[in-house]
């Protein structure tokens, strides 16, 4: 395609690059999936391997698209009014226009969500302290439900079958997740503009991920103690038995305390007394400033310039 | 693909709150629950506006106490019913979106939804009881080490 503003060229080649790298930390994320075995340690470094493997695609194309790509493309590509653009470039940029799409329709129903939960009136508060514990009918078990202020929501049913102690347990549980920041990592895992969510070794990551933090949850709530571990096994059986009759409900920024495909595993590992460690780390700046210590070494070893010389050869040689 | 990604708030305007969160004949159950203060099947089964079997009413009213929608007493032989939360409040919660979830969502564009529609899947029954012995078989040992 030829006559293309200057802008729409940087806007097709970003998007074409976005594409690509996309795809190619896909598929290397797919081979590094295969490391994994389905065995549940609930380990947390496991946990965090698993959520950075999920969410590395869309990190990496993202931040070297916008890092890297653009900022090199306007400073040395000189602006001409008519860029020429191959067949090659232009469907990776719909590809990765439409992967951008998706993560924006996601984005705005989750926080959509988000924001009509916090307009729910508190008449059935049951605690306000640092999290709002509500009380809501309907609701198959217990769940800790958005992002920046989370409300632990309690089934009515639940309220009714789970005894003072056990109650105190799932609510602990749903804590552990808050401090860990899964719902976070839920809704980025929802969210992330790429190839590996399409697939189904994508959605095994997700899954293993998702053992690892109830598991990780669990014990934390547990706290090593194993007449806790084993009212918290207690109520998740409890809760299990509500969960066909109360069923519809889950958002990308909620954690549930019942999962049935899980439910067997983890109570076998609640009463067989593991004591398992609770994450402690703060992983998340750690990444941060290593994400930005990889882009600061590419920007002094040269590599933007490198990025748009390639850029340059593949628009001329592709078709 | 884009199957019940995303709909716009006003398409949804003028329609019955509760008709997302319940089906037909738990709707007219909760109506007339709302309507009276306490209730046994037969009394709820008399006043739908609709023909219903007595058991497929006394189902239907034990779905909606497992739900937590309505509490119950046992009187005698037989079960009274009352609304737990009023409709002001049930309507609260469903249109904050809490009783909703994105399951009219392709599960294809979900991978994260394939474990989690198994959570809303019947569980077995069998299961959980084998897995309440073995707490409770548990629970024993603990208590016979102690003393």
Redesign the interface.
């Known amino acids: 395609m030829t006559g293309l503003s200057w802008q729409a060229a940087t806007l097709i080649l970003a998007l074409a690059w976005f594409a690509a790298l996309n795809l190619a930390g896909s598929v290397v994320a797919l081979a590094a999936a295969q490391l994994f075995d389905d065995r549940l340690t609930a380990s947390a470094s496991r946990a965090r391997r698993l959520l950075a493997l999920r969410l590395a695609p869309a990190l990496l194309s993202l931040s070297v698209t916008a890092l890297v790509f653009v900022p090199a493309h306007i400073w040395l590509e000189p602006v001409r009014p008519d860029e020429k653009i191959g067949l090659v470039a232009l469907m990776l940029a719909a590809a990765g226009l439409l992967l951008l799409l ?1 993560a924006a ?2 984005s ?2 989750a926080v ?2 988000t924001v ?2 916090a ?3 508190p ?2 508060e049951i605690q306000r302290g640092a999290i709002r514990i509500m009380e ?5 078990g217990v769940a800790l ?1 958005g992002i920046v202020r989370p409300r632990i ?1 309690i ?6 079958v789970l005894t003072a102690a056990e109650l105190d347990l799932a609510v602990a549980h749903e804590r552990a997740h808050q401090r860990a920041g899964d719902n976070l990592s ?1 809704l980025l ?2 969210c992330a503009p790429d190839f590996l ?4 070794q ?2 095994r990551l ?2 293993l991920w ?1 053992a690892e933090a109830e598991c990780l949850a669990d014990a934390a709530a547990a706290d090593g103690n ?2 806790r571990a ?1 009212r918290l ?2 109520a998740l ?1 409890k809760v ?13 920024g909620w954690s ?1 305390f ?7 595993t983890r ?2 590992l609640l ?1 067989s007394g593991t004591r398992v460690p609770p994450a402690t780390a703060h992983y998340v700046p750690a990444a941060a400033a290593c994400g930005l210590a990889a882009v600061a070494t590419a920007w002094i070893t040269g590599l933007p310039r490198q990025l748009h010389w390639l850029t340059e050869v593949l628009v001329a040689v592709l078709p | 693909m884009f199957n019940g990604l995303w709909r716009p708030a006003w398409l949804g305007r003028g329609r019955d709150p509760l008709r997302a969160a319940f089906g037909h004949l738990e709707r007219d159950v909760m109506e007339v629950m709302w309507r009276v203060d306490t209730a046994t099947v037969r009394d709820v089964q008399e006043r739908l506006p609709r023909t219903a079997a007595y058991t497929t009413v006394m189902t239907t009213l034990d779905r909606l106490f497992k739900k937590g929608f309505v509490d119950r007493v046992r009187q005698g032989r037989a079960f009274v019913y009352r609304a737990a939360h009023s409709r002001e409040q049930v309507e609260t919660v469903v249109t904050a979106g809490l009783l909703t979830g994105f399951l009219g969502e392709s599960r294809r564009a979900l991978p994260l939804l394939s474990n989690l529609v198994d959570a809303v899947a019947e569980q077995d029954e069998t299961l959980l009881d084998e897995l309440d012995a073995l707490i409770r078989e548990k629970r024993t040992a603990a208590r016979k080490e102690r003393t």
Do not use: K, M, N
């Not at chain 1, 038995?241 to 958002?251: C, G, H, I, Q």
């Open positions: 998706c329709f996601r705005a129903r959509g969500r009509r939960l307009t729910l009136a008449q059935r809501v009918p309907g609701l198959s439900a929501l089934g009515t049913g639940a309220r009714r839920r895992i929802y969510g399409w697939v189904a994508g959605g997700e899954r998702e194993p007449a084993r096994a207690s059986v299990a038995r509500l969960a066909s009759a109360a069923d519809r409900t889950w958002s990308p549930t019942h999962h049935a495909a899980l439910l067997q109570v076998r009463v």
